[in-house]
């Protein structure tokens, strides 16, 4: 890492996270604790930190502002987190178009393809988090495919994995129900921290450890 670098988060709500309501443009979620923990850790190799989250975005939003918030932003490290609201809809509006699995990898793989193309980014591809805070919730089952898709991701583009999903559902298992979230989806601040641990481990640790560590799809 260094000070003259770019690290961008792209994503939904969970990403975006009040920046627009924020001075710094960072908001007030894991973004801003990831940015807070290598700044404390790396005073003098903390990248600049930039949030492109918008709240509701699926990742067809994505594909539409792809080329302005990602292509000709040129980070050196990009972040994505997109997924939830995929789910939600069609829990939600089982009548509209909807992206299924099969589809959401299409596009992420096209995403994720452009990204290498045109830029020299490292990319980090974050698992879905949570569907309610049931790990047997119908959404959390909903979840499992996509959450897989991303696992898929990292090991076919050699990125690094965070295992959000996996990490809310451990932290489930063991502890039952938490104060992870307000709706069973957007995060406390318990939540971001879990979101922003879990990130800080995958993307700190060997790179080539961690995608050794991808089972075979």
């Excluded at 990204?115 to 990319?123: N, P």
């Excluded at 897989?148 to 996996?166: G, S």
Aim: aromatic share 8%.
């Amino acid at each position: 890492m260094k000070k003259t670098e770019k690290l961008l988060f792209i994503g939904d709500s969970i990403t975006e996270s009040g920046r627009f309501e924020d001075s710094e443009g960072i908001g007030f979620g894991y973004v801003r604790l990831i940015r807070d923990f290598l700044q404390v850790t790396f005073p003098d190799q903390t990248p600049v930190i930039i949030n492109r989250g918008i709240s509701g975005n699926h990742i067809t939003d994505l594909v539409t502002r792809w080329d302005r918030d990602v292509i000709e932003a040129d980070p050196d490290y990009l972040s994505i987190s997109i997924g939830i609201n995929d789910v939600w809809r069609r829990l939600d509006h089982p009548e509209k178009d909807l992206v299924y699995p099969d589809q959401y990898e299409e596009i992420y793989r096209s995403l994720i393809e452009e990204v290498q193309s045109k830029t020299k980014a490292a990319i980090i591809l974050m698992e879905p988090s949570i569907h309610g805070e049931d790990v047997r919730s119908r959404g959390n089952e909903m979840l499992v495919p996509y959450a897989e898709t991303v696992q898929k991701l990292a090991c076919e583009y050699k990125a690094i994995l965070v295992p959000a999903h996996q990490a809310f559902i451990e932290y489930l298992n063991h502890h039952g129900p938490a104060n992870l979230t307000t709706d069973g989806v957007h995060m406390t601040s318990a939540g971001n921290m879990l979101l922003a641990k879990t990130w800080v481990r995958a993307f700190l640790s060997n790179e080539v450890n961690n995608r050794l560590e991808c089972r075979r799809f």
